[in-house]
């Protein structure tokens, strides 16, 4: 492949199981932030600082595609082992998310604001519900398309019986 034919999104969009968890990611970190905002609720009417439900969710879409990115690799994976990789890449994924979206906002005060506000996620019922929904659904489809489709495959399946 020549400089001429190189496009930005050739390398993500090439796997496209990869590109499917990012999308899921997207997904279960807009659904879980969404949640979680309504849970806590808006902030009163007085107050300095409210922020919109909506724009946070939105926000963490961002994070949430961006972890999953880097831990694509963790979900869908066989046995016992695969169950652990997942659970563990969705506990980790809304502090990395977390983490990157503060980044953003505000270098190294918001990295450890914004991982740390994430951790919110546990602690409310309906966020924990369903974030608990997203890693099982997650979990389960790329599992399926990985076993129906062999090439997904870059590891032995033995490593993870």
């Known amino acids: 492949m020549s400089n001429d034919d190189f496009q930005p999104w050739q390398w993500l969009l090439r796997d496209r199981l ?3 968890i990012i999308l899921e990611s997207a997904a279960a970190g807009f659904l879980v932030a969404l949640t979680l905002a309504f849970a806590l609720g808006t902030g009163d009417a007085d107050a300095d600082f409210r922020f919109n439900p909506l724009g946070v969710a939105i926000l963490a879409s961002f994070g949430g595609a961006a972890s999953g990115l880097f831990l694509s690799g963790w979900f869908g994976r066989p046995g016992k082992a695969g169950w ?3 659970t563990l890449a969705a506990f980790l994924s809304p502090s990395l998310a977390g ?3 503060g980044t953003f906002i505000a270098p190294l005060a918001g990295t450890a604001f914004g991982a740390g506000m994430a951790l919110l996620s546990f602690v409310h019922v309906q ?8 890693l099982l659904a997650m979990h389960l489809q790329i599992r399926y398309l990985r ?3 062999p090439s997904h495959r870059k590891t032995s399946p033995d490593v993870f019986e």
């Open 84 to 86: 652990v990789f997942a």
């Open 127 to 134: 966020s924990f519900a369903v974030w608990l929904f997203c």
């Open 18 to 20: 990869r590109f499917l």
């Open 147 to 149: 076993q129906r489709d």
């Open 99 to 101: 983490a990157i979206i």
